[in-house]
């Protein structure tokens, strides 16, 4: 079968597919021949082996594994042992190591069933991008209904669900984003959208309740000036370094201020993933697909996530 390889740390031109076994799925695994795999921010971290620190996991002088790709949606073809939840020809989605290839092998529990509503490019950006937005809103912002949420970056993977989610739980949502996306964030129904490249959105009147920052633009003193007195000001993606100085302006400033700064990684949630699912059935949820690309060029689809100005999800499909 065909795979998306990288053999090295560097650019996109380390990218490379090659011809490689066909994965065969062990106990509690399912084997899922993809039909779509969406790029994620953690795909160009990987090819380029950075932040560094991250090269004790992955190899310090090349990849210790050369597979690339987390998100995908596809068919099952086969079971391994064990396994009670899925059958052959049932069409899934969900993440995996690998998933930039003909075939992918993927846990039991590491897969949702694909909504009919959702084509298979649009379901490849469900889970990453889904899973970071509704833990951060939810687990970490505890945005309620009646509340002001602010989205940077409302145009992007996870900014684009996130202004969605915040509409489903009843929140006022302001999204911000660049002039040829303020379309889309209209479209998603956000209350409010800011052009950045034409008003400052920290010159607000009025603070609100929860931020979402996904841009990773502005400083975290700036941040904190529009967030309420009791509000929640919550980082996540963009640059690896940019969060981390958030997270040591959070630590310094915390016994000083009554506000909620809350750090966190998205985790797997398998009941996420399906809640997530019920919002797309509902007609409260869509995946924006803005571009697809060939597997053969794969290598371009993530240097323009890496570019950081993708609109919604970027696909490679097979």
Same mark, same amino acid.
């Given at each position: 079968?065909?795979a998306?390889?990288?053999?090295?740390?560097?650019?996109?031109?380390?990218?490379?597919v090659?011809?490689v076994?066909?994965p065969?799925?062990?106990p509690?695994?399912?084997l899922?021949?993809?039909?779509?795999?969406?790029i994620?921010p953690?795909?160009?971290?990987?090819?380029?082996g950075?932040?560094?620190?991250?090269?004790?996991?992955t190899g310090?002088?090349?990849?210790?594994?050369?597979r690339?790709g987390?998100d995908?949606a596809?068919?099952?073809v086969?079971?391994?042992e064990g396994?009670?939840?899925?059958?052959?020809g049932?069409?899934? @989605?969900?993440?995996?190591?690998?998933? =930039?290839?003909e075939? /992918?092998?993927? +846990?039991? $529990?590491? *897969? &949702?069933?694909?909504?009919?509503?959702?084509s298979?490019?649009?379901a490849?950006?469900?889970?990453?991008?889904?899973?970071?937005?509704i833990?951060?809103l939810?687990?970490?912002?505890? @945005?309620?209904?009646?509340q002001?949420? =602010?989205?940077t970056? /409302?145009?992007? +993977?996870? $900014?684009? *669900? &996130?202004v969605?989610?915040?509409?489903a739980?009843?929140?006022?949502?302001?999204g911000?984003?660049?002039?040829?996306?303020?379309?889309?964030?209209?479209?998603?129904g956000?209350?409010?959208?800011v052009d950045?490249?034409r008003?400052d959105?920290?010159?607000?009147?009025?603070?609100?309740?929860?931020?979402?920052d996904?841009a990773?633009?502005?400083?975290?003193?700036?941040l904190?000036?529009?967030?309420?007195?009791?509000?929640?000001?919550l980082?996540?993606?963009?640059?690896?370094?940019?969060p981390?100085?958030?997270?040591?302006?959070g630590?310094?400033?915390?016994?000083?201020?009554s506000?909620?700064?809350?750090?966190?990684?998205?985790?797997?949630?398998?009941?996420?993933?399906?809640?997530?699912?019920?919002?797309?059935?509902?007609?409260?949820?869509?995946?924006?697909?803005s571009?697809?690309?060939?597997?053969?060029?794969?290598?371009?689809?993530?240097?323009?996530?890496?570019e950081?100005h993708?609109?919604?999800k970027?696909?490679?499909?097979l």
């Amino acid at each position: 079968m065909e795979a998306v390889v990288r053999r090295a740390y560097g650019s996109p031109e380390v990218i490379r597919v090659e011809e490689v076994p066909r994965p065969t799925p062990g106990p509690g695994q399912v084997l899922v021949e993809v039909r779509a795999a969406a790029i994620n921010p953690l795909d160009w971290h990987f090819m380029r082996g950075e932040p560094r620190a991250m090269r004790l996991q992955t190899g310090l002088r090349a990849p210790k594994d050369p597979r690339m790709g987390q998100d995908l949606a596809g068919v099952v073809v086969e079971l391994g042992e064990g396994v009670t939840r899925w059958k052959v020809g049932d069409e899934v @989605l969900g993440s995996c190591l690998g998933a =930039l290839a003909e075939y /992918a092998v993927a +846990g039991e $529990g590491d *897969l &949702a069933g694909k909504p009919e509503a959702m084509s298979f490019a649009e379901a490849s950006g469900l889970a990453c991008a889904g899973l970071t937005a509704i833990q951060g809103l939810r687990d970490n912002a505890h @945005l309620s209904a009646g509340q002001r949420l =602010l989205v940077t970056g /409302a145009g992007g +993977g996870v $900014g684009h *669900l &996130a202004v969605q989610l915040g509409k489903a739980w009843g929140a006022h949502v302001t999204g911000v984003c660049s002039t040829r996306n303020v379309d889309l964030v209209l479209s998603l129904g956000a209350d409010e959208v800011v052009d950045y490249s034409r008003e400052d959105f920290t010159q607000t009147a009025r603070p609100y309740d929860v931020i979402f920052d996904l841009a990773a633009t502005r400083s975290h003193r700036e941040l904190r000036r529009i967030t309420t007195p009791k509000g929640a000001l919550l980082v996540a993606g963009a640059s690896p370094s940019r969060p981390l100085r958030h997270v040591l302006w959070g630590v310094l400033t915390a016994p000083f201020v009554s506000q909620h700064q809350p750090t966190y990684t998205a985790r797997w949630s398998g009941t996420d993933l399906e809640e997530l699912s019920r919002l797309v059935e509902a007609g409260s949820l869509r995946v924006e697909v803005s571009r697809t690309y060939p597997l053969e060029q794969a290598g371009e689809a993530i240097g323009h996530v890496e570019e950081g100005h993708a609109r919604g999800k970027v696909v490679v499909e097979l």
